[in-house]
Nanobody, 125 residues
Framework: QVQLVESGGGLVQAGGSLRLSCAAS????????MGWFRQAPGKEREFVAA????????YYGDSVKGRFTISRDNAKNTVYLQMNSLKPEDTAVYYC??????????????????WGQGTQVTVSS
């Protein structure tokens, strides 16, 4: 099992920045590919970004491309999501996710086996 704990959410004005962190514990060797998803009230869970473990390849959702950056520190078992130029439509609960094996389609939430509890990000206009 892998436990994921997100932190770094909060309230920020439009145009501001936040950095989310996701610390993995447990059988972290099972967290190969990792990702971030978000879910706003009344909406479906949306893919935000993902990163492979052994090769620094990253993927982004169209709505965040160019504004968000995903990175990871394998020595610390931590994944980060740097969010810049935030917009009110970025308001959502952000979830960290991990998979025990390389993922075929990063955008599909069912590909991920482990999930954090989520952290709220609120962007005011």
């Amino acid at each position: 099992q892998v436990q994921l704990v997100e932190s770094g959410g909060g309230l920020v004005q439009a145009g501001g920045s936040l950095r989310l962190s996701c610390a993995a514990s447990g059988r972290t060797s099972n967290s190969t590919d990792m990702g971030w998803f978000r879910q706003a009230p009344g909406k479906e869970r949306e893919f935000v970004a993902a990163i492979r473990r052994t090769v620094t390849i990253t993927y982004y959702g169209d709505s965040v491309k160019g504004r968000f950056t995903i990175s990871r520190d394998n020595a610390k078992n931590t994944v980060y999501l740097q969010m810049n130029s935030l917009k009110p439509e970025d308001t959502a609960v952000y979830y960290c996710s991990a998979a025990p094996a390389p993922i075929g389609n990063f955008r599909v939430s069912d590909e991920y086996a482990y999930w954090g509890q989520g952290t709220q990000v609120t962007v005011s206009s």
